[in-house]
């Protein structure tokens, strides 16, 4: 039988006592399905860098403490809604915007993963050459899948499974009270206003989710989902045919006397002119004409949840209790 001197069995433990620790935390591997294929991670992200305010919310929500980076624009303000606006404290990074990431402060951040989504989606392939990237773009026109699907993922892969069961369950009962409610409530027509204009937005336009979310039957047929193009040059032939066409759609949609009316005001979410969608939709003799509004039956939608963030599950949670505080208020 060998022997060994003190100093020798000392090193033998230490090495034994080493590859003990190691084995008692070894990597866990997780593949992550997204809008842009699969993304192999060797462990749970430590550092991340958030460009969808969707899943800063949902990350927010669930306690993960491994965001790093977030976009805050030229500023350091980055227009965030108050319940994450503890994000724009220094200690997370600026990297830049929505729609465009500062790449140089993200190569010094060095996340081990990045995640995009809606408005930085097409950002996909230069930041995956610089870290691992997701894509958490909602897929398809149910805005609640999305959330539930979003949260899972992410609890799955930074190991607070519980908590985010427990936040979709929570989801789950509420969204479920709201359709309830509003079936009992007839129709629903969403506007959205962009500075003095008003625009109705049918299922299948931008923001139809609204109606599904909601569960609230719309007051016009559903339209075809198109890709989303850019604005025309003002006064151009193009953009007089896409306001008279807007014009067309309002009145046909105010014609139809929905019971409630549903606002989304894009000044108000965005900040970068006073808001004036309140005045806007009074002083419009066809809007002030109808049941919904001579009722008091309209929900301004909180702005920068629908127009920013998006499929966040608190930012969702608290609207879709405001709304149906709202359909209560009114029986």
């Known amino acids: 039988m060998p022997t060994f001197s003190r100093k020798a069995l000392l090193g033998i433990s230490a090495a034994i006592a080493a590859l003990t620790l190691a084995g008692a935390a070894p990597a866990k591997e997780v593949t992550i399905a997204h809008a842009k294929g ?10 991340v860098a958030v460009y969808d305010l969707a899943t800063l919310d949902i990350l927010n929500a669930l ?3 491994a965001v790093a980076g ?3 624009g030229a500023d350091g303000n980055g227009n965030l809604p108050p319940h994450l606006a503890r994000y724009t404290a220094p200690r997370y990074a600026n990297v830049g915007t929505l729609f465009e990431p500062d790449t140089a402060a993200l190569a010094a951040l060095k996340p081990d993963l990045v995640i995009i989504g809606g408005r930085s989606a097409k950002k996909y392939v230069e930041l995956a050459g610089l870290a691992p990237t997701i894509d ?3 897929q398809g026109g149910d805005l609640a899948a999305t959330v539930i699907d979003n949260t899972r993922k992410l609890g799955h892969l930074f190991g607070v499974e519980e908590q985010a069961g427990q936040r979709v369950t ?3 009962a509420t969204v479920s009270e709201l359709h309830a409610e509003a079936g009992r409530q007839g129709t629903g027509l969403l506007l959205f206003s ?3 204009g008003v625009a109705v937005h049918a299922p299948g336009d931008r923001f139809g989710h609204v109606y599904d979310f909601i569960g609230i039957r719309s007051a016009v047929p559903a339209v075809e989902a198109t890709e989303r193009s850019g604005r025309a040059p003002a006064g151009s032939p193009e953009a007089e045919l896409a306001h008279r066409q807007q014009q067309q759609k309002l009145e046909a949609g105010l014609s139809a006397d929905p019971h409630w009316i549903f606002v989304i005001d894009r000044s108000a979410a965005t900040g970068t002119a006073p808001s004036t969608a309140r005045q806007t939709l009074a002083q419009d003799p066809r809007i002030s004409a109808t049941s919904a509004w001579k009722a008091g039956r309209v929900v301004y939608l909180d702005p920068k949840t629908w127009y920013l963030v998006g499929a966040g599950i608190d930012a969702l949670s608290q609207s879709a209790k405001a709304t149906l505080a709202s359909f209560k208020a009114a029986n």
Request: net charge negative.
């Open 38 to 47: 699969q993304t192999l991670l060797e462990q749970a992200p430590k550092k």
């Open 63 to 65: 306690g993960v403490d």
């Open 70 to 72: 977030v976009p805050k």
């Open 136 to 138: 958490l773009s909602s």
């Open 170 to 172: 929570e989801f789950e």
């Open 194 to 196: 962009a500075g003095q």
